[in-house]
Each structure stands twice: as C-alpha cells, then as structure tokens.
C-alpha cells in the first residue's frame, strides 16, 4: 500500500508541474497572440485613416463639391493681436506621418514576407483597357475602390476582434480548468500523503 501511495503521489506531483508548464506556456502564446492583435489593428486603423485621407484627395479632383478642406490654423490671442499690429503669424508645425497626412503607423509587413518566402517576382500586370471614360465615370471606379478597401479593412478587424475575443474566452477557461484540476490533485496528494503517514505509524 505504502509503495503504490508513494508512486500515485509522484505522479500527482508529475502532473501538477506538467499543467503548470503548460499553463505558463499557454499564458505566453495569448500574450504573443495579443500583441499581434493589437498591431495588427493599430496598421489597419491607420491603413483606413491613410484610405480617408487619399479618398479626400480624389474626391478635391472628381468631385470638388464634396472635398473637405483641412482645418483652419487657429491663431492663439497673442498670436492674433501680433498678426492685427503687422507682424508675421507663427510658423505652422510641418504635417507629420505618410506624406504629411498625419497619419502616423503603417508598414508593409505583409508584402515584404511574402516577397522573401516565395522569392519570385510578381506576374506582369494585365493589359490595360483603352477605351474612353468621361471624369465621372472614372472617379466613380476610384471611389468605389478605396470603398470596397475601407469595408475590407472594417471586415478584417471585426473578424479580428470576435477572434480575439474567444481566444480569449477560452485562454481564460483553460486557466480556470488548470486551476480547478490543480487544486484538486493537490487535495490527492494530501488525502494520501495523510494515508501513507497513518499507515507507516500503524
């Protein structure tokens, strides 16, 4: 009896380090899963701001009527009362980000993988077309284009966040198992540990 106890409770103890490990291991691929996640929505986000941005500038081109013009510079008080008695306004802080757009995170993670995993270079593009569009034929296709990219970029991050969401569900009941599996076997190990001392005073 004295025998099997002791090896029950080494393989308890066995298990109990194997789902520690296990549930560390798992604590490490919902951190790297996380990090990715949030990434990847902070470039989609700026992909569809950039995509706004870009839309604003087409439409200044196809359709000046819904062009929206940058805001206005607000000149501080001292800064109007020094403008109104003839000097010069401050100097306007240079736009940052893409192409001064302001639009500050983004890169072109994806294509450079792909072009170093397959190494081959891209397929010559198609032949293009030379039929005759007037103006607002052509900034309908553009338009529609940076359109059907915005609601890729909408579609992709809903997925993202309902995947992110149950992966984390299930990181969280996989913990709460581990917990609740853990307590039980340590419960084991002292139940027959208990056993094994009454049985050697015996």
């Keep these: 009896f004295i025998e099997t106890t002791t090896e029950e409770v080494a393989a308890l103890a066995a298990g109990i380090n194997a789902l520690d490990k296990s549930v560390v291991q798992a ?3 919902r951190k790297a899963e996380n990090e990715e996640y949030k990434s990847t929505m902070a470039q989609n986000s700026a992909a569809k701001e950039l995509l706004g941005v870009a839309k604003n500038r087409l439409q200044k ?31 306007t802080e240079a736009p940052g980000g893409i192409a001064g757009t302001g639009v500050e995170v983004f890169a072109q993670v994806r294509a450079h993988a792909q072009r170093s995993e397959g190494g081959a270079a891209p397929p ?35 997925e993202m966040e309902v995947e992110e969401k149950d992966a984390q569900a299930d990181y969280e009941k996989y913990v709460q198992d581990s917990a609740d599996k853990r307590a039980q076997d340590s419960k084991s190990i002292q139940e027959k540990e208990s056993a094994k001392a009454d049985a050697e005073a015996a």
């Excluded at 062009?67 to 401050?90: C, F, Q, W, Y």
């Excluded at 593009?125 to 034929?137: D, H, I, L």
């Design 27 to 29: 604590t490490d691929q």
């Design 124 to 158: 010559p593009p198609p032949e293009a077309v030379g039929a005759y569009m007037s103006k607002g034929q052509e900034s309908t296709g553009v338009l529609t284009l940076v359109d059907m990219l915005v609601a890729d970029l909408d579609k992709e991050m809903q």
């Design 61 to 91: 081109f196809y359709n000046p009527k819904l062009h929206v013009e940058a805001p206005k510079r607000e000149l501080s008080a001292e800064d109007r009362i020094a403008v109104n008695m003839g000097g010069t306004p401050p100097p």
